[in-house]
């Protein structure tokens, strides 16, 4: 890799490199010493192209989610089957992986702007800003950026705008998906709002049971699959549909929170 090559965002990758690893190497005990990461679908990652990804993913914390991400997929690429066992995989990462964050979000101190170097294709939201509910107009340049890292590599996006679960999806993911026509590859992550805190630097609990699934790629029509078509199909494949929700009464409260503690003290002697 010649020295001084950048990214499509101008970006040097041997600095990007070198930031992967380093961060790679502070977070990796956080998934394997404080919590152990439980994955599944490792060989779907192995059978994607290069390029053309978009990967859809429920969301739970600032940070935490694409860092496992980062971890998850060049543990996979390395010949690791649903494991990040042993972090040598980290000294070579793939390096057109993108995940696409809110501006203010990546701009709100140096840990952020670091992050942000490593892959983050920030956007405005159009519907919230400094903690207030905004309506603003969606800028082409965003749209074009987000299809500009979909064109050079893998791109993940997390739909609902929010880690606050079951909120509608965003259409404006769909028009991407319609536009840019990727392989869409869903993922369902559980377990990070308990272990870390909302940004996902801080960790809250230990021996938190913490997954991630990596699902077939979804069947997309597109050029006739209309835009609330392709929001329905999002909404089930990260299982954020209305469906997943579930009231409980007290009862079921109880026991769920009882089957938590059995499902927290079992992974102690679990091992990947």
Known sequence: MPLFKRNPFGHYLFIKKWLIRI?????????????SLQIEGSDILRNLPDKKVLFISNHQTYFADVAAMFHVFNAALSGRDDSIKNIGYIWNPKLNIYFVAAGETMKSGILPKIFAYTGSVSIDRTW???????????????????????DDGWVVTFPQGTTTPFKP????????????????VPIVIDGFRR????????????????????????DIDYENDEIADIVTKIEYAIEQHPSFLKVLSPKEAEEYMKEEEELNEKRKFWSN
Not at 133 to 140: A, P, S
Not at 169 to 184: D, E, F, M, N
Request: aromatic fraction near 6%.
């Open 23 to 35: 961060l790679g190497a502070i977070s990796h005990g956080r998934y394997r010493k404080f919590n």
């Open 128 to 150: 919230r800003a400094a903690g207030k509910d905004v309506k603003r107009q969606v800028k082409n340049s965003d749209i074009s950026n987000i299809g500009k890292a979909i």
């Open 169 to 184: 999806i965003r259409r404006g993911t769909a028009h991407i998906i319609k536009t840019y026509k990727p392989i869409v």
């Open 195 to 218: 272990s870390f805190d909302k940004k996902g630097l801080n960790i809250k609990r230990k021996n938190v049971l913490q997954s991630m699934v990596i699902k077939e790629p979804l």
